[in-house]
């Protein structure tokens, strides 16, 4: 489909990082609704030769009509607005209450970019400050106390204020009123509520052809944006776990706590830090400094096993996880002499059987051809090919792993969490890290195991008989233990939205007390996921168990316990005997 080459085909975007850049009326059509509903805000950029070009996206996406003249649209990693908290930016574009915390911080990389629950969240928020705007100007035109009238609309709600704006007419400016409303919360419309972000902005290769007003109203509102995540949606995430909302029992119901609600895991530090001056949250402060601890660990075990020879690798995996979660002070210099050993000795023996094959031929046949000649150069090249592999000091790959000790990966954990995460573990090993946050090395090893997709064996590791004074006696895992690596893929899956719809429609209807509605409603959620998803999902499992805990309650005992029991079953079957949504599945059914 996209066989042509790249230059060539783009008929949108750029190449070069915005140095030269085009458009295309049809992707500025197909983009118009797409950049509505992800809030992107239609721009205009300058190239190099000064001309000025409407974009609809980031300047880094490409649009390429493929073979089949359909229209696709590649490198969406900047489609997001950018985090203002993690950009080298100055000071002066950081709000003094994020100078507070130390904001801007350094980051991995530069593509930290908000996520789009947190933007329909601060979306919705700046719909109601509309809202609430339009009522404080009408209030203000109809009364002549205006300090009166800000007070009385700054204490109604939502609803409250929708209806005083619905009572708008000509007679009371209502086109000035919206004006003002719309200058108020930042909106590209001057009659309507359309708040967008420009997702160019800061970018060093890229010129905005816009004014300095304008630019300053983009990154007011991205400010405000970045406001809100850390001074907001966080607090907001902190009470819902003190209210119960909300009940993380892992480092994974965590992680999707905080996507729920557009928190990015970068942010994990401080939440940690917030969850610890909750005296009642003390164990999802250990949740999540486990996390952190996990996280740091995942991206050490990437770079540790790049350079590591594939032979070797299970040995490699199990040293790493031996000086992780036991205590290893000295680097294993045994495995390497028995390698090297091996491979030297299997080297001189094949040179040994070369050599004297090769006297006894050359005395028995004097008459040799130079074919043949060339033939047993050939075969002694791919010998010593062979050789070269099965010896790893003679290929690219590095040993430098059996030098890893437990004082060295904690060392760098230690520096990955505090760049990572801006938190402070403060522990050298182990046993530190378990005495100060009182976790678990299963617990430890189970995530880290989730995160990188290792399999070991089921058996139950000797973590507590360790003897500081003797190596061997401390390492729990070997060889053995290590029976598969497979690999992680992320993915988006799609998601039905009248299911949801109906779903959240009937916990409503369930709070208000309607069961028999609410019921009907969450079974209509039920077979369209079904449809959707098919027979077995998570997702279709949570309607089930809601569905029996309305049969249980409206007197059906014999159906909610039947549905609970398909909800167990299609737990198990899909997240596994040891997951926490399994564990609640099992308390239901006692």
């Excluded at 993690?86 to 980051?107: C, G, N, R």
Aim: hydrophobic fraction near 35%; aromatic fraction near 8%.
């Amino acid at each position: 489909i996209l066989e042509k080459e790249q230059e060539q085909s783009v008929v949108y975007g750029s190449t070069d990082f915005g140095k030269t850049c085009v458009t295309n009326e049809k992707y500025k059509e197909l983009l118009e609704k797409v950049s509505a509903m992800l809030k992107i805000k239609p721009h205009t950029i300058k190239t190099e030769k000064g001309d000025v070009v409407e974009l609809l996206t980031a300047v880094e996406c490409k649009g390429i009509v493929g073979n089949d003249g359909r229209h696709y649209l590649l490198d969406l990693l900047r489609m997001m607005p950018p985090d203002l908290n993690y950009l080298p930016v100055d000071v002066e574009h950081i709000s003094p209450a994020m100078k507070q915390f130390d904001y801007p911080k350094t980051h991995k990389h530069r593509l930290c970019c908000l996520r789009q629950e947190l933007i329909d969240a601060f979306i919705e928020q700046k719909y109601v400050d509309f809202y609430r705007s339009i009522a404080l100007n009408l209030s203000k035109l109809r009364s002549s106390e205006s300090s009166t009238a800000t007070d009385t609309t700054q204490q109604t709600n939502v609803e409250e204020a929708k209806r005083i704006v619905n009572e708008i007419s000509v007679e009371d400016n209502s086109r000035e009123i919206i004006q003002s409303a719309c200058r108020a919360i930042g909106s590209v419309k001057d009659n309507e509520f359309d708040v967008r972000f420009n997702p160019d902005l800061f970018q060093p290769h890229v010129t905005l052809n816009q004014t300095s007003a304008e630019i300053a109203a983009d990154i007011k509102l991205l400010k405000e944006a970045a406001e809100y995540l850390v001074l907001k949606q966080i607090p907001l995430m902190i009470q819902d776990f003190q209210d119960h909302s909300a009940v993380p029992v892992d480092g994974e119901s965590l992680s999707e706590a905080m996507h729920s609600r557009g928190i990015n895991i970068r942010y994990l530090g401080r939440v940690a830090q917030l969850l610890n001056q909750q005296p009642a949250l003390f164990y999802l402060h250990d949740i999540a400094v486990t996390e952190i601890l996990c996280r740091s660990a995942k991206h050490l075990f990437r770079s540790y096993i790049q350079s590591v020879p594939i032979h070797l690798l299970s040995f490699s995996i199990s040293h790493f996880l031996n000086c992780l979660l036991t205590i290893i002070n000295s680097p294993s210099l045994d495995y390497l002499s028995d390698e090297l050993f091996t491979s030297s000795a299997s080297a001189t023996s094949t040179n040994n059987g070369t050599t004297n094959t090769n006297t006894n031929q050359s005395s028995s046949s004097s008459n040799v051809t130079n074919s043949s000649t060339q033939k047993s150069a050939n075969k002694k090249k791919n010998k010593k090919h062979q050789q070269r592999k099965q010896n790893p000091l003679m290929r690219n790959e590095s040993l430098d792993f059996l030098s890893l000790t437990s004082k060295a990966i904690w060392s760098q954990l230690t520096n990955e969490a505090k760049s990572r995460y801006n938190f402070d573990l403060n522990c050298d090993d182990i046993d530190s890290f378990i005495e100060k946050y009182n976790v678990r090395r299963t617990c430890i090893l189970r995530s880290l195991c989730l995160k990188t997709g290792l399999q070991l064996s089921m058996r139950e590791f000797q973590f507590d008989q360790t003897n500081k004074s003797n190596r061997t006696a401390n390492e729990c895992f070997n060889e053995d233990d290590i029976i598969n690596i497979y690999p992680l893929i992320k993915q988006v899956p799609p998601k039905p939205s009248d299911a949801y719809q109906f779903f959240t429609t009937g916990q409503q209807k369930i709070q208000q007390g309607l069961l028999r509605e609410g019921f009907e409603l969450i079974s209509e959620a039920h077979n369209l996921l079904n449809n959707v998803y098919g027979p077995m999902h998570p997702e279709i499992s949570m309607c089930l168990r809601l569905l029996a805990r309305l049969n249980y309650i409206m007197g059906d005992y014999h159906e909610a316990l039947y549905t609970q029991h398909k909800a167990v079953m299609m737990s198990e079957r899909v997240l596994g005997v040891d997951h926490p949504q399994t564990a609640t599945e099992y308390v239901r059914v006692i």
